[in-house]
């Protein structure tokens, strides 16, 4: 059975930065849309970022513009989120994401935030935690 987990989070003051890694068993990113997910606290979940495999324009997060680089190597299977100059509004926990390439790509273009119960694959989460 396919698995997806996230790792990288941490606690990091203003300015500062991370980089978050999602790495699978059991199924192969180049042939899956993969999405970074958020969720603040108290807030719903959030898109952050994508990456397709046929398509080379990933998507970002209107808050994350600039600050945020999704990146892949799809030789050791792992796709990673580069986040710099992060805020206090970052803060969240941050969810590995994937489906089929188009479903993954209509998702993000259609539905102004994630649900769960339409992407198959789901890591548990790693906490960024932003914080003077």
């Known amino acids: 059975q396919a698995e997806v987990m996230e790792s990288g989070g941490g606690l990091v003051q203003p300015g500062e930065s991370l980089r978050l890694s999602c790495t699978a068993s059991?199924?192969?990113?180049?042939?899956?849309?993969v999405a970074w997910v958020r969720r603040a606290p108290g807030k719903g979940l959030e898109w952050v970022s994508a990456?397709?495999?046929?398509?080379?324009?990933?998507y970002y997060e209107d808050s994350v513009k600039g600050r945020f680089t999704i990146s892949s190597e799809k030789a050791k299977n792992i796709v990673y989120l580069q986040m710099d100059r992060l805020k206090s509004d970052d803060t969240a926990v941050y969810y590995c994401?994937?489906?089929?390439?188009?479903?993954?790509?209509?998702?993000?273009?259609?539905?102004?935030?994630?649900?769960?119960?339409?992407?198959?694959?789901w890591g548990q989460g790693t906490q960024v935690t932003v914080s003077s």
């Open positions: 059991g199924l192969r990113w180049s042939n899956y849309g």
């Open positions: 994401t994937a489906d089929q390439d188009c479903r993954v790509q209509w998702l993000v273009a259609n539905r102004p935030n994630p649900h769960r119960d339409d992407l198959a694959y």
């Open positions: 990456i397709w495999s046929d398509v080379d324009e990933p």
